[in-house]
């Protein structure tokens, strides 16, 4: 599938850190903040994969920075920005991590910059699927719907497609299936990547098949499909925290944490890089703006690499309020 191929073969390319296409003149990078590249952290999701293609441009080209991206899931990723093997993760959900993200805070070793973007959560069911059963609106219904998402390895139960195996949010679906008493009707099935994720979601859609689905948002799956977001308890935090937390003895529902993504760094690379950071404190991408580049990436079949680019040449008015009048001019000049 050609979701899975960029990124298969992008992930493959970035692990073995080699100069982008767009890399900036060596000559040039004496005029970097630090003397060695600027290390991202590469998750292996759509937003978070342009969003480091976005920010590796511009510090390329407008600061004068080499760079390079090191591949990882969330938590190894934060456990890395917190030693210093990477500097800057382009896209933190701290409801998501919560436990996990205060610590590192409280550690004095990592900063949260910015405010990236705002970020959603949910199970998810497509609209034909509330209309053949109009009685589902709730996550709490599915109780009597089991047989209608009946896992094909174990038709006696029914089956939600969650995270992907490894991801931080399979600790939230998990809690949260538990706190629902769903855990002896129904299987969390954990793909083996985004890509295997979401080409079950869209397989079954266009089937017209019948399916229950973690998914979040921005996405250009989202925004792509009718879908309805079945309901959840009205949020409460402290049922929150205890659900993002693995060792969560008695979890009890609550609605998914909207999240104010933010940008995370290494508190030491802040403090050797302060224009490099005041970069990273202005990054902001519009709603409509994050929505269309994910949609181009999906309508193309491109890779996140053009996407980046797509961004940049569509919305200089975005990303120039991030940098200073010459920074932009740079960059601007290499687009």
Known sequence: MRVARFLLSFLAALATAAPLAWAAPAAAASQCEVDRPVRFSGLNWESNLVLAGIERFIVEHGYAC????????????????????????????????????????????????????????????????????????????????????????????????????????????????????????????????????????????????????????PTALVGSLDLVKLQLPKFDQAAYTCMTDPKCENPVPTEFRPNKVVTGLNAEFARQAPRLQAFFEKLSVPGPAIDDTLGWLENQGAEPEGAALHFLRKYPDVWRQWVPAEVADKVQAKL
């Not at 009707?185 to 295997?196: H, I, K, L, N």
């Not at 399916?211 to 948002?217: E, H, P, Q, R």
Request: aromatic content about 12%.
């Open 66 to 217: 080499e760079t390079s991206v090191e591949i990882g899931e969330t938590l190894a990723m934060l456990a890395a920005l917190q030693r210093g093997d990477v500097d800057v993760t382009p896209e933190v959900w701290p409801g998501q991590i919560e436990v996990a993200w205060d610590k590192a805070l409280k550690s004095g070793k990592v900063l949260a910059a910015g405010h990236v973007f705002d970020a959603g959560e949910g199970w998810y069911i497509p609209r034909y699927t509330a209309e053949r059963h109009p009685d589902l609106k709730s996550a709490a219904d599915l109780a009597r719907y089991a047989k209608v998402f009946a896992d094909p390895e174990d038709p006696a139960r029914g089956r939600i497609y969650g995270c992907p195996a490894g991801w931080a949010c399979g600790t939230l679906n998990t809690n949260l299936l538990k706190a629902l008493r769903l855990e002896g009707q129904y299987s969390m099935f954990a793909p083996g990547s985004g890509a295997a994720q979401k080409a079950a979601i869209v397989s079954a859609y266009k089937r017209k098949r019948d399916i229950v689905f973690y998914y979040w948002t």
